[in-house]
């Protein structure tokens, strides 16, 4: 079955780790992006990336870093330097067009971060 | 100024009932919109996009205004399975930010 798949479900840091988030499609997607929610708000871009060995800052992107080696993962690295890290992260993946049209975005089911 | 903007809600409304919720985008350069719902502790899924004549999934209709910059969906004859949050999403430019822009949400609770 086709899909996005983000591991691991729940994730348990202790302050001033470094963690990795996975986040793999097999939708052939080309774009694929990082979201954070935290509770009772909406979604924020930490990083996207519409093509391989290329990605952008999204709004909150301070304290993650990323990478897009291949075109069916985007990991997303949680460090130390994020000061707030507890919250839901939702990884996306879509094909890249825009107007009319166009196809909005598929989510994994998302990793719950807690720093402990 | 938020780049898209929802009423939070909630909106408590009775079996039966027709409920519509507003939008509104700031950056009149998008391209893409869309409605996506999100239960308690999921995933955001994609409910429907949006298209500048509106368009209608059953219970469900979408229209966008891009005058005013606004987008809306109506619920018919709402269920109790409708009771979710629901986003409203714009997606960027062509030549400018691609990815999606989620507004916070509107809560609706649908009772017996």
């Known amino acids: 079955d086709g899909g996005i798949t983000q591991s691991p479900k729940y994730l348990f840091r202790k302050e001033g780790q470094n963690v990795t988030l996975s986040c793999e499609q097999n939708l052939n997607h080309d774009a694929m992006y990082w979201y954070r929610q935290d509770p009772g708000q909406g979604l924020r871009l930490i990083y996207y990336s519409q093509i391989v060995n290329d990605f952008q800052k999204g709004d909150i992107a301070e304290g993650y870093s990323v990478s897009r080696e291949k075109k069916e993962s985007f990991p997303l690295t949680v460090t130390s330097a994020q000061k707030n890290p507890t919250a839901f992260y939702l990884c996306?993946?879509?094909?890249?067009?825009?107007?009319?049209?166009?196809?909005?975005?598929?989510f994994g089911q998302g990793t719950r971060l807690t720093v402990v | 100024r938020k780049e898209v903007e929802q009423d939070p809600g909630p909106f408590n409304v009775p079996e039966g009932a027709t409920v519509a919720f507003n939008c509104t985008y700031s950056n009149s350069a998008s391209q893409s919109f869309f409605w996506y719902r999100q239960d308690c502790r999921k995933e955001p899924k994609l409910l429907m996009s949006?298209?500048?004549s509106g368009n209608e999934d059953g219970r469900f209709t979408a229209q966008l205004n891009r005058a005013s910059q606004y987008i809306s969906l109506l619920i018919r004859d709402s269920k109790l399975s409708d009771s979710a949050t629901y986003l409203c999403?714009?997606?960027?430019?062509?030549?400018?930010?691609?990815?999606?822009?989620f507004g916070s949400g509107t809560r609706l609770q649908v009772q017996p």
């Open positions: 949006v298209y500048s």
């Open positions: 996306a993946s879509s094909i890249d067009t825009h107007g009319q049209g166009s196809f909005g975005a598929f």
């Open positions: 999403v714009v997606r960027g430019s062509p030549t400018g930010r691609r990815a999606l822009t």
